[in-house]
Nanobody, 114 residues
Framework: VQLQASGGGLVQPGGSLRLSCAAS????????MGWYRQAPGKKRELVAT???????NYADSVKGRFTISRDSAKNTVYLQMNSLKPEDTAVYYC?????????WGQGTQVTVSS
């Protein structure tokens, strides 16, 4: 199983970015896809997850600003990030969980700065 993330970059405070992550390989239809982030000097933390049944879960810090979605036919998960703040600056990692294990993408840098 491989995950390829894209869409990071530099954006001004208040701006928007959309991250994508495509998974390939032998993947169960029943799974959870998600996004995590790690800022310099901090632990990796949950941003949002979405199940194969489209149930979602968000960190309190991003509720109302970020939206996670998925295209199960393409094994792709998206993270729409609006009203970005400097504290959202981090490396964002996509994650895929199903019965055979937990898999991570390579990470994509998001920098929010004026």
């Amino acid at each position: 199983v491989q995950l390829q993330a894209s869409g990071g970059g530099l954006v001004q405070p208040g701006g928007s970015l959309r991250l994508s992550c495509a998974a390939s390989g032998s993947i169960s239809r029943i799974n959870i896809m998600g996004w995590y982030r790690q800022a310099p000097g901090k632990k990796r933390e949950l941003v949002a997850t979405i199940t194969s049944g489209s149930s979602t879960n968000y960190a309190d810090s991003v509720k109302g600003r970020f939206t996670i979605s998925r295209d199960s036919a393409k094994n792709t998960v998206y993270l729409q990030m609006n009203s970005l703040k400097p504290e959202d600056t981090a490396v964002y990692y996509c994650n895929l969980n199903f019965y055979s294990g937990s898999y991570w993408g390579q990470g994509t840098q998001v920098t929010v700065s004026s």
